[in-house]
């Protein structure tokens, strides 16, 4: 085919190739020189007819036809600028999609502005705020992006040039806040100065470092919780201290940091201390520290290995065991205070058993010693017999001490009486009795007025005394006895032996002496019954003083130590002086004898009453239990019933219950070397008439007998 003119070709050619899709352009451009014959190269014959290079880009065109060298020449150049712009526009594709991907896929919002002029903004800008790219551009940005507050910081730091990370609260395009971080860095575009912003939205972060934080604050508290205070050490100091430790060792934090450890703590302690931390070793020891004020500190410290800056560290909790082994030395007192009293309480329940049946043996022997004083004529024989009356009164006495000692002594009636009174009474005694050499003083507070039984009073009096008196061992010295009223008793009480005594009226009693005193295993052991430091004592002395006390209701406190004296301090019931009723004793031979029921399960016992009584004239009948005892007083009524308080079936208390709810009313005297105190407790006031305590002679069972009947005349007949 024939071609047009060079130019109209040309010019056809070029207004093909001017369309904004250069490879489209170029692609027509080719397909109409293939109407005019000239096609791209396939290769496979002669050689290309024009060959153009752009690069790595070649085009080559075959020719049916000769054509004019001219036109060739125009038509490479115009080809080589299609292909040239096709390269470029192919490049700016593959640029402006790398540049849409990342600014998709980036993590950041990206701002680009000019002195607070937003000229370009990413998608994830967009999608953070919530403004679309065209509300971002312009100079309004920074005022609708930014919290009020954070704005003239930014226009500052915007002046300033400043490049480096801060962070705002920005603001969406809702109104809702969340916290943002900026990266800024000075740049250019062109030859056009610009700010490039990096902002990134860190409400995750700081949500994730707010329950990192409240993570952290829990261990430090739990950590505080378990130890008192908390020490960091590194490269040999002490780098960071938390808690109480200005209140427990006196250090501010600023004296601790800086300083080795091993200052802080004991000197007999260090050696090991230095072992520990020189190894580095985990786990928990025990060390004593030393205070602001000099005081040691006992603690108890758990370390391990930690880091601090990426650095190896050590971190340790003390614990301040003084608390804890106050408690574990409090623990450990009442242990033995509660051994001692279980101690003494089974000695105790000992010492009343055998006081029990020894009691009944002396019943037999002083009786039938005393029957026999009556019967014999020759002189050493009575001489004999009073002997063995003798000796069982000293056996008698001991047990009563022994049933002081364990509480079951019989107290009588309790009444008011004046300790001035009684302390002007025993003077003469206790002047003959103490050492010349003991100076005595009494000091006691007007109406020094106690509840109780006076004669066992008397008794723990002169046993304290003759005791505070031994412990001069002959050389001068003073013994004082002091006597006031108390209502509220101080801590030392709680290591009192005796009742539990509280708040209440008491008198306090001092009987304290600078003698010898004891040391702690005497002291411990001084109220147990048949332990002496005496040659001559048998043990009973202080004994029977607790057995009396506890009694009455109250405590006994031995305060003493070597070579500086010991003070026995009581609190006894204390009472509003009166004068005691006096009651009229009932003559004992103003009546006849009558017949009288012996009820005791003890032969020996039985056989001696028998035979006393019926010595006076007393017609008896015996029972060996209570249930026989029972029966024998309803078959033939006695006038007088004389009951063994323990029997091995049923009780003496048992058996004045059942004979009192048959209708009898004969005189009952209970009789007992052991539970007088149980009796009265169990029984009502006018269920018996007379406590007889065992042993007892002749004249006392007499007496008790005519005294019972005595008080039963007196009663008003039963309607």
């Known amino acids: 085919m024939s071609l047009p003119s060079t130019l109209t070709l040309f010019a056809e050619l070029a207004e093909l190739l001017a369309g904004d899709d250069a490879a489209g352009c170029l692609s027509a451009a080719l397909s109409r020189l293939a109407e005019l014959g000239i096609g791209v190269y396939d290769g496979t014959s002669g050689e290309a007819w024009l ?34 712009r096709v390269l470029d526009q192919q490049q700016l594709q593959h640029t402006t999609d790398r540049v849409e991907m990342l600014s998709a896929a980036s993590f950041d919002g990206i701002l680009i502005h000019v002195d607070g002029v937003v000229i370009e903004a990413n998608q994830r800008i967009t999608e953070m705020s919530g403004w679309s790219r065209e509300e971002m551009l312009g100079p309004h940005s920074m005022m609708r992006t930014a919290a009020p507050e954070d704005l003239a910081g930014i226009v500052e730091r915007v002046r300033s040039g400043y490049e480096g990370s801060y962070q705002i609260t920005a603001v969406r395009k809702d109104g809702t806040r969340f916290p943002a971080e900026l990266h800024t860095k000075q740049s250019r575009l062109g030859d056009r100065p610009v700010r490039v912003a990096a902002v990134r939205d860190i409400s995750e972060r700081e949500r994730t470092l707010s329950l990192l934080r409240e993570s952290e604050q829990h261990l430090h508290d739990l950590a505080l919780g378990a130890f008192d205070f908390m020490v960091v050490q590194q490269g040999g100091v002490i780098v960071d201290v938390g808690g109480n430790h200005e209140a427990i060792l006196g ?58 800056a990426g650095k190896r560290a050590r971190v340790a909790g003390f614990r301040d065991l003084r608390d804890a082994r106050r408690r574990e030395h409090e623990r450990r007192k009442l242990e033995q205070q509660l051994e001692r009293s279980q101690r003494l309480d089974s000695l105790g329940v000992l010492a009343g058993g055998i006081a029990h049946d020894f009691n009944n043996l002396l019943v037999g022997v002083i009786g039938n010693a005393s029957l026999l004083i009556n019967m014999l004529e020759a002189p050493l024989a009575r001489e004999a017999a009073k ?59 007007p109406a020094s007025i106690v509840l109780g039984d006076r004669a066992t009073i008397t008794q723990v009096m002169m046993n304290l005394l003759t005791n505070a008196s031994d412990a001069l061992l002959g050389k001068p010295g003073r013994i004082e006895i002091r006597a006031r009223h108390v209502h509220e008793l101080d801590a030392r009480w709680d290591d009192a032996l005796g009742a539990s005594v509280g708040p209440g009226d008491w ?29 001559n004592g048998h043990g009973l002395g202080l004994a029977a003083c607790l057995g009396i006390v506890k009694s009455h209701g109250g405590a006994l406190l031995l305060e003493s130590e070597p070579n500086r004296g010991s003070c026995f301090s009581l609190v006894l019931p204390s009472a509003e002086h009166h004068e005691p009723a006096v009651s009229k004793r009932p003559d004992p031979h103003a009546t006849k004898p009558c017949r009288v029921l012996v009820i005791d399960d003890e032969e020996l016992v039985r056989s001696q009453l028998r035979r006393s009584l019926e010595r ?24 007088v019933l004389v009951i063994d308080m323990t029997m091995p079936d049923i009780d003496g208390a048992e058996v004045v219950r059942r004979v009192r709810a048959s209708g009898s009313r004969a005189a009952i005297v209970l009789s007992s070397g052991y539970q007088a105190a149980a009796a009265a407790e169990r029984l009502g006031p006018d269920a018996y008439q007379v406590f007889l305590p065992k042993p007892y002679g002749l004249n006392e069972l007499v007496d008790a007998v005519e005294k019972a009947r005595a008080l039963v005349a007196a009663e008003p007949p039963r309607s």
């Open 51 to 84: 060959v153009v290079r752009v690069g790595e880009r070649t085009l080559a065109l075959s020719c049916k036809s000769s054509e004019d060298p001219e036109f060739r020449g125009l038509l490479a150049g115009l080809l080589q600028l299609a292909l040239r």
């Open 251 to 308: 250090f501010t934090r600023e004296q601790l940091v800086g300083r080795p450890p091993l200052d802080f703590i004991a000197r007999a302690a260090r050696p090991v201390a230095a072992e520990i931390l020189a190894e580095e070793r985990p786990g928990a020891y025990q060390t004593v520290l030393i205070d602001a004020a000099g005081d040691e500190l006992p603690v108890e410290v758990v370390g391990v290995r930690s880091t601090l």
């Open 387 to 445: 002997a063995i009356v003798t000796a069982g009164e000293r056996a008698a006495s001991l047990t009563r001490q022994m049933l002081a000692y364990a509480g079951h002594q019989d107290l009588g009636r309790r009444e008011p009486f004046d300790l001035a009174a009684l302390f002007r009474e025993l003077r003469t005694l206790l002047d003959a009795t103490l050492s010349k050499k003991a100076a005595l003083s009494v000091e006691l507070e």
């Open 507 to 535: 008198m306090l009693i001092e009987v304290e002496d600078n003698g010898v005193g004891m040391d702690e295993a005497t002291r411990l052991r001084v109220f147990e019954p048949f332990f002496t430091t005496k040659e």
């Open 616 to 639: 006076r004239g007393y017609e008896v009948d015996e029972a060996c239990d209570g249930l026989s005892g029972v029966a024998a007083a309803a078959a033939h009524p006695a006038d």
